[in-house]
């Protein structure tokens, strides 16, 4: 059995038993009751899981820098939201036929919009920018992160700087980490297949790559769109989790928490960087009290990694494949 | 036409900013081949020393001519930070010479973040007031057309520092050093400079001009805050580029494009159907419309990549 299945099987199954531990008492399968705080802090996790594995196919398996991450996660959000909140009368009822079963239909359904929008978005980013390297590129997909912010606080259908509110709560415990599991495995074996060597071709030596025939530019937008996706999906279980969304929300310290979760993790390392994202998001709620501090905290970790470790905490540990069966650790 | 001098102006002035921080980012690039992160937030930093500086400085030198006290601030602010400038230099960037440019592009935000958020934590995150150095007038020779006293003093000041800074760049051996480590790091260093010197000494006068932007910019819109440089240096950043980075002339017309641009989109925002909170969009369009057309700006040169 290959490392793949295993992790799809582990993947099932850790789905299966987070759709048992639900918050809400009224849910189908109250057979273990959580801490509501918990509770949200695990759906939180899994978010960050989402955004800090997609970023990682840009920042870390591509070897491109994106600072906008924030303004895919944001086009996810308001575009799923637009169907479930601003449509949500219209849209159900054309979704009557599933009887029931039409709000859960709509929220999976808006989650594949705003998913499918971002990856528009990450098209429309990345064409022309993906030609820029390094830093130019860093600065551009800010940019880009930044523009999308303004262009949606000057909307006032979307509620312009106001945010958007009454969002339906539909994201649960089992939903967003469904959503990540996928989002692993997609990745992983992306970047695992023969097509995906060359994102890592581009990322060692973007030259050679090019020599080799690699279609660098392909792939670098690749790379973008399947990134953006996630984020948007991230994006929309983020709306309907919170239940209200402001631009302000979206702004470029989001993209810059997403990128301090990839690079702690160690860039183009999934594992790590799923771990990274986790710790990171409990690590903020014990740091609550000393918010203030923490930012702080994060930008000298940043420093000090990048000076004494720059492939990351967790980087470098040729990732948990490793300890599966199959590789027998010479991946 | 009145409204259009008038919008010329208030452009130029705020031009004068940018091209300030502009030159920066170009000059730390043109020696070290990376983009400065930080540099908006040094811009914070000067205009913070300056208001504490000022605070302290104005009943002790209330006998002294306004012009007097307002330079001495000035200088003070570009001091303190061509200081700072300096020891980031040393503790942040150094240790990363030989190292990919990610590497130190991603220390650069980290130090980014440090200032902002130990900023937040010194001086409060609540905007604060500017003390004013020197009495605002108005200037009016034509009907309709007003002009402050501070929008002149701060084209004539930012003139007079170019100027200064172009006799540094051309006419001394650092700044000789300075252009010789831009063209070619290895021969530069072969042939004797001290590179570890003259990176010192760009990182310092980059700061220091940057301190002067942040003392006329916060002369202009009076309120400053630890985040207020992000916009300001992500802009200069964009002039920087418009102008072809690693140009210095480049730097100081981008700057001035850039500021007269964004203040023309906004003040004739309904001619142009551009609402006016598109303000902060304008700069990354430029941006993005030089990257694809003309990548290497308007006065840089175009570099082959060598394998």
């Not at chain 1, 064409?127 to 030609?131: F, K, T």
């Not at chain 2, 003309?294 to 308007?298: A, D, E, M, R, V």
């Given at each position: 059995m290959g490392a793949r299945s295993l992790v799809l099987i582990a993947a099932l199954a850790v789905g299966l038993v987070s759709f048992c531990?639900?918050?809400?008492?009224?849910?189908?399968?109250?057979l273990a009751q959580i801490d509501d705080y918990l509770l949200n802090i695990l759906i939180l996790a899994g978010i960050n899981v989402i955004l800090a594995v997609s970023l990682n196919i840009v920042n870390g398996h591509t070897g491109q820098f994106s600072l906008g991450h924030a303004g895919f996660m944001a086009v996810g959000a308001y575009g799923s939201a637009a169907l479930t909140q601003l449509n949500g009368k219209a849209c159900l009822a054309s979704l009557s036929f599933l009887g029931s079963a039409a709000p859960l239909g709509l929220f999976v359904l808006s989650l594949l919009v705003g998913g499918l929008l971002a990856a528009l978005a990450g098209l429309a980013v990345g064409?022309?920018?993906?030609?820029l390297k390094g830093d130019y590129l860093a600065i551009v997909t800010l940019g880009f992160g930044e523009i999308i912010r303004v262009m949606i606080q000057n909307t006032e259908s979307l509620g312009g700087a106001r945010g958007l509110a009454g969002i339906p709560n539909h994201t649960t415990l089992g939903w967003t980490w469904l959503v990540s599991l996928i989002s692993i495995y997609c990745v992983g074996s992306l970047v695992n297949s023969t097509y995906g060597r060359g994102f890592l071709a581009v990322r060692d030596d973007e030259i050679a790559a090019e020599a080799m025939g690699i279609n660098t530019t392909r792939y670098k937008v690749t790379a973008f769109v399947v990134g953006a996706f996630f984020a948007g999906l991230a994006g929309g279980l983020y709306a309907h989790f919170i239940g209200y969304v402001t631009p302000?929300?979206?702004s470029f310290l989001k993209s810059v928490d997403v990128v301090v979760m990839v690079i702690l993790g160690g860039m183009g390392s999934t594992a790590g960087v799923t771990v990274a994202a986790i710790g990171l998001t409990f690590l903020n709620e014990a740091l609550r009290e000393a918010e203030q501090y923490r930012m702080v905290a994060f930008a000298l970790l940043l420093i000090i990694l990048m000076i004494t470790r720059p492939q990351g905490l967790l980087g470098g540990l040729g990732g948990l494949a490793r300890w599966l069966p199959g590789k027998g650790g010479k991946s | 036409m009145n409204e259009l001098l008038q919008q010329l102006i208030n452009g130029l002035s705020l031009g004068a900013v940018y091209a300030l921080i502009a030159l920066g980012y170009t000059m730390v690039y043109g020696v070290l081949r990376f983009i400065n992160f930080a540099h908006g937030d040094v811009f914070m930093v000067g205009a913070f020393t300056g208001m504490y500086f000022g605070r302290w400085l104005k009943p002790l030198a209330a006998a002294w001519p306004e012009w007097l006290f307002a330079s001495t601030v000035l200088l003070v602010s570009m001091l303190s930070c061509a200081i700072l400038g300096i020891v980031l230099e040393r503790l942040a960037y150094k240790p990363l010479r030989e190292r990919p440019r990610l590497t130190v592009l991603i220390t650069a935000i980290g130090v980014s973040l440090l200032l902002e958020y130990a900023g937040q934590l010194v001086f409060g995150a609540a905007p604060r007031g500017f003390p004013s150095l020197i009495t605002s007038s108005s200037i009016s020779g034509i009907e309709g057309l007003h002009a402050s006293n501070i929008q002149v003093i701060v084209l004539v000041v930012t003139a007079l520092l170019l100027w200064g800074l172009h006799l540094v760049v051309m006419r001394t051996r650092l700044g000789l050093a300075m252009r010789a480590l831009s063209l070619n790091p290895t021969a530069a260093r072969l042939m004797g400079v001290n590179t570890n010197v003259v990176i010192s000494f760009t990182f310092g006068i980059g700061s220091a001009l940057a301190a002067a932007g942040a003392i006329f910019y916060a002369s202009l819109y009076q309120a400053i805050d630890p985040f207020m440089g992000v916009l300001p240096g992500m802009k200069a950043f964009v002039a920087a580029v418009l102008g072809g980075i690693g140009s210095l002339p480049g730097a100081m017309v981008g700057g001035l494009i850039l500021g007269v641009v964004e203040t023309l989109v906004v003040g004739y925002s309904q001619l142009l159907g551009i609402?006016?909170?598109y303000r902060d969009a304008v700069a990354f369009v430029i941006l993005i419309l030089i990257l694809l057309f003309?990548?290497?700006?308007?006065f840089g040169k175009t570099m082959r990549e060598k394998v």
């Open positions: 531990f639900t918050g809400h008492p009224e849910a189908a399968w109250p064409l022309p920018s993906l030609r302000e929300g979206f | 609402p006016p909170g003309k990548p290497s700006g308007l």
